[in-house]
RNA sequence: GCCUGGGUGGUGGAACUGGUAGACACGCAGGACUUAAAAUCCUGUUCGCCCUAAAGCGAGUGCGGGUUCGAUUCCCGCCCCAGGUACCA
């Protein structure tokens, strides 16, 4: 009875984070602590989370990582005196909610919602500042109506290249109707045709319209899907498994369909530029650059030979093309198509058909011209079926179907197989006139540049391998090439050799040369690359924003602001139609009637109806802009006011993980850019400063079945030390029956039934599980749950721990192992304001001088690592710090009450709660100010250097600050120690850094 | 394949600009308090050699080289792991 009473009062008396956090949350809440306002005195200060994905597993530990650290950011700024907007939000538009949605029938809207609810129920638990009355929610009417608002701002742009920015398309139809389109310098389709003012206004609309979608930022473009016909739908890319459904492993195919794009390259150049302007991790800049992958090289034209000419003497072909250069001089680019074929109509007679087609290449080595010994085509080629003769049709057609099981990611990845299949057709180098043999081969994508390659065998491995593969002509091309018997080197040192009129240049007097000639041919011009592709913009999928267009003899129209938002339609399942459709298509009488008016009292309607677009849009729509919306959240006029987006401008904090680098990151700076060109919004770029979290990892453990002389598990474990005397089979078990990698015998026979009369074999009296790193999964019984933490140890434990692990950038496996150190260290704090007996005591006497210089040292430590957003050092100070002051039984105001305001930021609960317990007014605490660094109480007048002979440590020797390297020289060779140590050597030389090192080389 | 990052004790990590490698924790071992347990506190803990001990010697930051009085840190070459690779978000 004793014993039950004295651990009720400790209980109660000690630091007990359940009743303190509970009561501070529901402080914040109540008291709208966190709320920002859009006008203020302060500098303002936006941190901001990249927003989750709700999913039905909930919140995991690894999600809250960075918005710890954000939050600690956050609290700091507003200890700092700023008006600090830190708000949160859910990307509730996905796929997985989609695939729940078609297992169980149950809505996508209804499961998101409640996976919502659970993961606001986490985070509140988690203490953070989030101004809660700002949330977003992708998947919500009011929300999504301005990602359509955006859409249709995109549909009705055209990119202007004199100006550098995009303009709305009615000025681009002014324009058109004045001077027709050969004058206008625009981003634009690379198949648009030339037109006068004439030509433009005497076409008809449809002409116009179509004309117009070729201009257009969003538009429909041919693209390349996983197709999958058992399943009669699109795949994800990863939902193909090598060559194969994930899903019931059906094959996959890659299949061209019309859809949705972006004319992201518009800003190809802008968005490289403008990474010289924000503060991002290097790394991060270079992917998104290599993404964006500028090369400055030239297109070429091979004009095509057809099959016929093949057997005759070249010197037809030389003749031809002399005729050739002399028709195509000063000829325009566009128009040479045109005059090709005019050509070719011309002189029919001696070239046969075929002239007016050539395969254009981009070469950012068009130096190497004379070299190549081939031309490689994708295999999905306009060309490909024209150019393929009877002879090789069979192994074209072969290679084909072969192509077309492989997603574009194994085609890039396979560097080790050679294949290719030869079409029977040849090209002529429009320089040295040789003709070349056309091949199609699957490294080249047809998506890439212009979807053909020259081939330079000795100055690119992969065309090397190839021709040697197949047997084809290697030509060496400069003198000093080297090792050209058995691998391409990619030089440009040296002379041209066997390069026609580049005989003897190097490579900075060949290229301007040939693009000289090039030109003056008209077969080729300098040309500026962006490996970049305008990004695809459809999902065929239920759950995603509507696209809010119609279509109208063929032809997409917008339907009117006024109509929207757009909403999802209704559907009986979330599966694709039985002829192919997106799930939209299933929607009953879902068609946009412009007019409806002209409904009937019987419900019928004689206004006109169109079809609706049914694909939705890809999952990065809602988050390409939502910062914006945080500012104005409840804005029913615009995205956001004018207003607040001219008081919060940009993004000052922006912290999430580098998986995003190339995706969210590139859209959303995309999409910024645009804004920004239609005035909406004031900044160029959205995130001034970034910062990468890591990923948090599972950590699984296993356990270790013994197996019988048969081969069979038997109902016996061995612990993982004595494993190797056995042999066994490791199973998973659920790491949270695991402490410290001791399995909780009990529980474990609960674990699973089978387990029920399980035997153990021990170490030192314990069952020890073996452990390894993977992805957290709950498959994998390794997924770790926030809740389960802090109900053992509290929030203001979880949030120390999870910063405590190490750097923020760096990717690291969940291990509870160390959360028992923080916890204590948090009992330690707050004994610090209390007695033996657990009663409130601080004093007001005056502060010694290694009180101040521990507080002082903090002070500055914080400071100092927050802003460079090393959390985890900041820890372990604070551990110092605490173990300094407990063992200078320091109880002082003057020193508790700055460091609590310091600790706040990563403990808010407990601060808070000592905060009221100094007497303060209740919440005042967030917006205290951050105490003054006073670098007085640090000043050292001796130093212990460490003193080392041909820099190995020896022995440490306490100097004064003061002295210089001749007075320290004179003073260590003195000490006795350090002439036992030098044993009689004279010393060459004495290496003196003054507060650092004493180095005696001898 | 390509792009980007990482590799330090039994474990997480520290060492900020080339200057004492292993701070701070966890774990482990030993001890104190306790009838006992929990909690708390104290001591030790990179590895190897030597030793009763004290002390000492040597090696050591993925591997192999280099620059330097001095390298976890800078340079060159390799190995392994993670993220991205355009329909996961």
Known sequence: MDFVFSRFITKRMDYQFKDIEKKWQQFWAENHTFKADNQSDKPKYYVLDMFPYPSGAGLHVGHPLGYIASDIFARYKRLK????????????????????????????????????????????????????????????????????????????????????????????????????NATVKAVADEDTPIFTAGEWNAYDEHTQQQLLLKYRLTYLKESTVNWCPALGTVLANDEVKDGFSERGGYPVEQKKMMQWSMRITAYAERLLNGLDTIDWPEPLKEMQRNWIGKSVGAMVKFPLAPASLVEESLDNIDKAIERKEQALDNAPDRKLNEQEADLADNSSLSFGEGWDEAIEVFTTRVDTIFGVSFLVIAPEHELVTQLTTPEQKAAIDAYIAQTKKKSELDRMADTKTVSGAFTGSYAINPLSGEKVPVWIADYVLAGYGTGAVMAVPSGDQRDYLFAKHFDLPVIPILDAQKDIDNQADATKEG???????????????????????????????????????DAIFGRQRYWGEPVPVYFKDGLPHLIEEKDLPLLLPEVDKYLPTETGEPPLGRAVGWKYRPSSEKVLSSGEDLGEAYDYELSTMPGWAGSSWYWYRYMDATNEAAFAGKEAIAYWKDVDLYIGGSE???????????????LKDLGYVVEEEPFKKLINQGMIQGRSNFVYRVIDAEGKGTNTFVSYGLRSQYQTSAIHVDVNIVENDMLDIEKFRKFRSDFKDAEFILENGKYICGHEVEKMSKSKFNVVNPDDIIERYGADTLRMYEMFLGPLEQSKPWNTNGIEGVFKFLRKFWKLFHDDQFNFSVSDAEPTKAELKSLHKIIQKVQDDVERFSFNTSVSSFMICVNELTDLKCNKRAILEPLTIVLSPYAPHITEELWALLGHEKGTLSYAAYPQFNPDYLVEDEFAYPVSINGKTKMNLNLSLTIDQAEAEKQVLANADVQRYLDGKT?????????????IVV
């Open 81 to 180: 005196g700023f008006n600090v907007l830190h708000p949160m939000g859910y990307d509730s538009f996905g796929l997985p909610a989609e695939q729940y949605a078609i297992q169980t029938g149950q809505h996508p809207a209804v499961t998101t919602a409640a996976n919502i609810r659970r993961y606001r129920e986490q985070l509140d638990n988690i203490g953070f500042s989030f101004d809660w009355s700002r949330e977003v929610r992708t998947s919500d009417p009011s929300y999504y109506k301005w990602t359509q608002w955006i859409f249709m701002q995109l549909f009705n742009s055209w990119y202007n290249l004199e100006t550098d920015k995009a303009e709305p398309v009615t000025t681009l139809i002014e324009r058109f109707s004045r001077e027709g």
């Open 660 to 674: 995003h680098a190339t995706g969210h990151l590139l859209y959303s700076r995309f999409w910024n850019k645009f």
């Open 495 to 533: 002379r041209y050799i066997n390069s026609g009129f580049i005989n003897g240049m190097t490579y900075q007097e060949a290229i301007p040369a040939l693009i000289q000639k090039l030109e003056e041919l008209g077969a080729g011009r300098a040309k500026v690359n962006y490996r970049m592709r």
């Open 987 to 999: 010393p060459k030389k004495v290496i003196f850094v003054k507060g650092r090192i004493v180095n």
